[in-house]
Nanobody, 118 residues
Framework: QVQLVESGGGLVQAGGSLRLSCAASGSIFSINAMGWYRQPPGKQRELVAMITRSGRTNYADSVKGRFTISRDNTKNTVYLQMNSLKPEDTAVYYC????????????WGQGTQVTVSS
């Protein structure tokens, strides 16, 4: 099992930036891809961005051009740089790890709250 701890959320005005971090521990050898998810108030959790061990990335259409996912394999950490934030980006942000079949292998953590004011 993989344990994950997210950090870096907060309150920011529209147009501002935040950088989220996620540190993984445990069965690191099983990890291929790392993903950032978010759950807006009253809505389901959705995938925001994903990065594979080789560095290949993909993004939800709603964040393309504004968010950048990156990872430091030496530190088992993944980052999400969020620029040009909008009120609709308000959500609890989670990260998780995926194996080579893209199955989730991590335990969902507490997440980190991101609130964007208009």
């Amino acid at each position: 099992q993989v344990q994950l701890v997210e950090s870096g959320g907060g309150l920011v005005q529209a147009g501002g930036s935040l950088r989220l971090s996620c540190a993984a521990s445990g069965s690191i050898f099983s990890i291929n891809a790392m993903g950032w998810y978010r759950q807006p108030p009253g809505k389901q959790r959705e995938l925001v961005a994903m990065i594979t061990r080789s560095g290949r990335t993909n993004y939800a259409d709603s964040v393309k051009g504004r968010f950048t996912i990156s990872r430091d394999n030496t530190k088992n950490t993944v980052y999400l740089q969020m620029n040009s934030l909008k009120p609709e980006d308000t959500a609890v942000y989670y990260c998780n790890a995926h194996d080579w079949a893209y199955q989730v292998v991590g335990s969902w953590g507490q997440g980190t709250q991101v609130t964007v004011s208009s």
